[in-house]
């Protein structure tokens, strides 16, 4: 069974970085089928794709985030990160990771739980 | 600003059948067979219940379908139970530069 798990602080200040990191178990970043992704969801509204990385080191980012967003992948752990920078207030959500299978689109078949991230002096 | 525009809110009694659009570009849903649906409950993750326009995953009930017409994709879920209220978002493969979008999301609320 596949399990994703987030972990990371809670609250960030306004213009520090953001970081999260995913333990992925019952799979490995290094099998090549999957990207690894980070999706986001603002209180009470949709879901925002951030990015993905592949097991290579490979990024693709959301246009939008792109100049704020680092991934990056520690293979060994078996563990990926992102790295937000310069948050605001804006960017207080629930961030997942999500496994996204390499051979279709927008198939995110297994999620984490979600960690609820603050922005907020 | 979702880049996929599906509506607030959808309603349908025990039994009945309900629709839900998903409403892209020729940029994405239009271009692409690469389009999923997602269940999520308050508080929870959301789960994958269809994939590539009208694939189910293992374990998902046959009551779930999907289809596509040009720029817009829909999910049906037929013989409505109280257990399918919950918030359905549709993503959709949007090609190399922009990569994965998503919906606004529906409320769907079983009468």
């Known amino acids: 069974q596949v399990q994703l798990q987030e972990s990371g602080p809670g609250l960030v200040k306004p213009s520090q970085t953001l970081s999260l990191t995913c333990t992925v178990s019952g799979d490995s970043i290094s099998s090549g089928g999957y990207y690894w992704s980070w999706i986001r969801q603002h209180p009470g509204k949709g879901l925002e794709w951030i990015a993905y990385i592949y097991h290579s080191g490979s990024t693709y980012c959301n246009p939008s985030l792109k100049s704020r967003v680092t991934m990056s992948v520690d293979t060994s752990n078996n563990q990926f990160s992102l790295k937000l920078s310069a948050v605001t207030a804006a960017d207080t959500a629930v961030y997942y990771c999500?496994?996204?299978?390499?051979?279709?689109?927008?198939?995110?078949?297994?999620w984490g739980q979600g960690t609820l991230v603050t922005v907020s002096s | 600003q979702s880049a996929l525009t599906q509506p607030p809110s959808a309603s349908g009694s025990p039994g009945q059948s309900v629709t839900i659009s998903c409403t892209g570009t020729?940029?994405?849903?239009?271009?692409?067979?690469?389009v999923s649906w997602y269940q999520q409950y308050p508080g929870k993750a959301p789960k994958l219940i269809i994939y590539?326009?009208?694939q189910r995953p293992s374990g998902v009930p046959d009551r779930f379908s999907g289809s596509k017409s040009g720029n817009t994709a829909s999910l049906t879920v037929s013989g409505l139970q109280a257990e399918d209220e919950a918030d359905y978002y549709c993503?959709?493969?949007?090609?190399?530069?922009?990569?994965?979008?998503f919906g606004g999301g529906t409320k769907l609320t079983v009468l």
């Open positions: 999500a496994r996204r299978d390499r051979t279709s689109g927008a198939l995110f078949d297994y």
């Open positions: 590539d326009v009208n």
């Open positions: 993503s959709s493969y949007a090609g190399s530069n922009t990569w994965e979008v």
């Open positions: 020729s940029s994405d849903v239009g271009s692409f067979n690469y």
